[in-house]
């Protein structure tokens, strides 16, 4: 684990010790333009400011972040003559974050690290990620997600080499998060936590952290979307946010991200986190059949009561429990986030195509993507 993690209410207020600590004098924000307009910004400007911290800002972060502008971010960092970054904001403005690190470092476009051709070879530019969603938990993945409009697809950068050097986790951070944000963010969260726990490539630690984030996912979900000013669901989601990235930084997901990683390849301006929200239950669904105790496991995590049932009656619990949390808070259905029932067949080719498919705990091909797409379309 790569990461440093600092967690608790008000921890902003420590990040200056901490960017004396990674021996940062000029750093970099990367952030996005709601998070500026949601105030967020100015909390951590008061604090360098009040540090006596010179500081650049990058406030050009959108969903889904592709290649140009972690290319163009890399050029305004040394423009600036930056020395490390700050990423406030959700997974996209971590992810530009990582990217610019790895470009910074390695030169070159960022096209050129995508996973299985050119290799990471040194740390990259120190990076302290503060996030305002409980979700990605990309603030200790060691992945970076970036979309390629040619190719109109999502693709992997990282290893090790790419996490941030710390993650400053304040709760306080997330109160202004709307609704239907901590909605889409928390079930990914949850999918993150259940995909790795199925996983093909699942083990003892990362289950013992997937697991957790479940429970805390089941218990303080809906109350974080119902009360936004609930500070203690804040806390546990933004913890279950961290320990799913924990489990999912360090091996792999499953059809899920593989269908809405290649989804928002073709289809930016879905938001991620809906629609993971919105295929997680119906991929459960297929997939229960390949590690039935797991998924009666999972069941037991989100608050069922399984007892007397067969784990092939509780395993069909856990995906009941699902379906009835992405109800409870709201989760828009595949028509509500503009898919078309005519795009599913190339949507099936593309999710088969994704290399997170090879982790999923049940053989899939594409048309077993298309099987859980039409199931989920009319759900």
């Keep these: 684990m790569p990461t440093k ?138 992945w970076s997600v970036v979309t390629d409009h040619d190719r109109q697809v999502k693709y992997n950068v990282g290893g090790p080499l790419i996490a941030p050097h710390i993650a400053l986790i304040d709760p306080e951070l997330h109160m202004s998060m709307p609704s239907h944000i901590t909605a889409g963010t928390g079930m990914d969260a949850l999918a993150h936590a259940v995909e790795c726990y199925t996983s093909h490539y699942a083990q003892p630690m990362t289950d013992s952290v997937a697991l957790l984030a479940i429970e805390y996912c089941g218990e303080y979900l809906r109350r974080a979307v119902a009360n936004s000013s609930d500070l203690e669901a804040r806390y546990y989601m933004a913890q279950a946010a961290m320990l799913a990235g924990l489990s999912y930084g360090s091996e792999s997901a499953g059809a899920v991200h593989a269908m809405t990683q290649s989804l928002g390849g073709i289809k930016p301006d879905i938001p991620h986190g809906a629609a993971v929200g919105t295929l997680l239950a119906p991929v459960m669904e297929y997939n229960w059949l390949g590690y039935p105790e797991k998924f ?28 009835e949390l992405a109800y409870d808070i709201n989760i828009p259905t595949l028509k509500e986030l503009g898919v078309k029932e005519s795009e ?14 090879i982790g999923n705990p049940r053989d899939i091909d594409r048309n077993s993507y298309e099987e859980i797409y039409y199931n989920a379309f009319n759900q």
């Design 5 to 142: 993690v600092v967690a608790g209410a008000g921890s902003i207020a420590e990040l200056p010790k901490f960017l004396e600590e990674e021996g940062i004098n000029r750093p970099l924000i990367v952030t996005d333009p709601g998070i500026k307009d949601a105030g967020l910004l100015k909390k951590l400007e008061e604090v360098l400011k009040k540090a006596d911290y010179n500081y650049a800002l990058f406030a050009e972060v959108f969903a889904n972040p592709d290649v140009e502008l972690i290319d163009t971010g890399r050029d305004f960092f040394q423009s600036e003559g930056c020395d490390g970054l700050i990423a406030l904001g959700g997974g996209s403005s971590i992810d530009t974050a990582k990217g610019i690190g790895v470009i910074v470092t390695h030169g070159g476009s960022i096209l050129e690290y995508e996973f299985g051709r050119k290799p990471l070879t040194e740390r990259i530019t120190p990076l302290i990620a503060i996030p305002t969603t409980a979700g990605t938990g990309s603030e200790v993945t060691m």
């Design 344 to 357: 599913i067949p190339k949507l099936a080719v593309a999710a088969e195509e994704d290399p997170q498919t």
């Design 296 to 323: 009666k496991r999972i069941a037991i995590a989100l608050g069922e009561d399984v007892w007397n049932l067969t784990d092939r009656e509780a395993a069909l619990v856990s995906v009941q429990a699902v379906k």
